[in-house]
């Protein structure tokens, strides 16, 4: 029996996600490695993970183990990446592992992105709920061990 293409855009979803989980690994962060994926007509047009600005050095966080306030996420690093390269992210969907802020929210609906797929909830759902007041499908998938 052939899979339905709902079927397949799922499969296609975990898939996505799993890649993402894998590329959250390059994170120097100790608190919490995020990996993030734009694709578009199924080809990963960026990447990121969350981490400091380029020069600066791979630490996090601070002497406390608070997350230092430059640190950028992931979200914010594939979409960054992307305006420095000849790709448009107009209409692409945005593979994250854990659900975006408020902040990254806005860059996504700025980025014209128009779905978003996430693994893992964070206890603030401000840019989830920003996300689809703005018409982006939101989409959690919990990710397969």
Same mark, same amino acid.
């Given at each position: 029996m052939e899979k339905?293409? #709902?079927d397949k855009q799922h499969e296609?979803?975990?898939r996505y996600l799993r890649?993402?989980?894998i590329w959250a690994e390059n994170s120097y962060c100790k608190r919490r490695q995020v990996g993030a994926l734009i694709v578009k007509e199924k080809m990963i047009i960026s990447d990121g993970y969350n981490?400091?600005?380029s020069g600066f050095e791979n630490v996090c966080e601070d002497e406390q183990?608070? #997350?230092k306030p430059y640190v950028l996420h992931a979200e914010a690093n594939a979409i960054t990446k992307i305006a420095r390269s000849n790709n448009s992210s107009d209409g692409a969907t945005l593979y994250v592992t854990a659900s975006p802020c408020i902040e990254c929210a806005k860059l996504i609906i700025q980025a014209g992105i128009k779905r978003v797929v996430y693994s893992e909830?964070?206890?603030l759902e401000d840019g989830i709920e920003l996300l689809?007041?703005?018409g982006i499908e939101v989409l959690f998938?919990?990710?397969e061990k």
């Open positions: 339905s293409a #709902t296609l979803d975990l890649m993402a989980g981490g400091t600005p183990n608070v #997350t909830r964070y206890r689809r007041r703005a998938l919990e990710a």
